[in-house]
């Protein structure tokens, strides 16, 4: 992702524009080994009401998740990748309206809930924001998710 195109878009856009950033991941293994693939966005809705652009990629790396059902490692790595994303935006952010959504349930029997307070403190920490958690965090849970099947199918046609 090229943060200075995003940074230039985002300059060039009214104060109203509203800019989501998300994170989702997805598991994979590859010859016995685990990975992920970690896709981070940017969506930019210009003025809040007239469409919107979106930056994005897809990042793979070897995860170490001991227990399946409970992916803490995975799960914190989307929550750290938005959260660095936001960090080298920032100055572009300030004065915006600004929301960071990560891919976590609160239900108790979804396998997010084991990082999910942990994930909020961190974001709030560090960046200075509340996250937004499903069911409304549709920058992680649709327009991430989207994202990487479009990058995906751009790939295997290049």
Same mark, same amino acid.
């Given at each position: ?7 230039d878009?985002?300059?060039?856009q009214?104060?109203?524009s ?7 991941? /997805?598991?994979?293994?590859l ?9 981070i !966005? *940017? +969506?930019?809705?210009?003025? &809040?009401n ?15 998740d ?5 992916p ?13 994303l936001?960090?080298?935006?920032s ?5 915006r309206?600004? /929301? ?6 609160h ?5 997010s809930? !084991? *990082? +999910?307070?942990?994930?909020? &403190?961190?974001?709030r920490?560090?960046?200075n924001?509340?996250?937004i ?6 920058a ?8 990487k099947?479009?990058l ?7």
């Amino acid at each position: 992702m090229d943060i200075r195109q995003i940074k230039d878009y985002i300059s060039s856009q009214p104060q109203t524009s509203k800019i989501y950033l998300g994170a989702d991941s /997805e598991c994979l293994s590859l010859d016995g080994v685990d990975y992920a693939d970690y896709t981070i !966005c *940017v +969506v930019i809705h210009i003025e &809040g009401n007239h469409g919107g652009k979106v930056f994005g990629e897809v990042i793979r790396e070897r995860i170490y998740d001991k227990k399946k059902n409970k992916p803490a490692m995975r799960l914190m790595t989307e929550v750290f990748k938005v959260a660095e994303l936001f960090n080298e935006l920032s100055d572009v952010l300030e004065d915006r309206h600004v /929301e960071v959504h990560l891919d976590l349930s609160h239900e108790e029997d979804k396998g997010s809930s !084991c *990082v +999910v307070q942990q994930a909020i &403190g961190y974001i709030r920490g560090t960046c200075n924001v509340t996250p937004i958690t499903k069911p409304n965090a549709w920058a992680a849970t649709g327009a991430a998710d989207r994202l990487k099947s479009i990058l995906s199918v751009q790939k295997k046609i290049a």
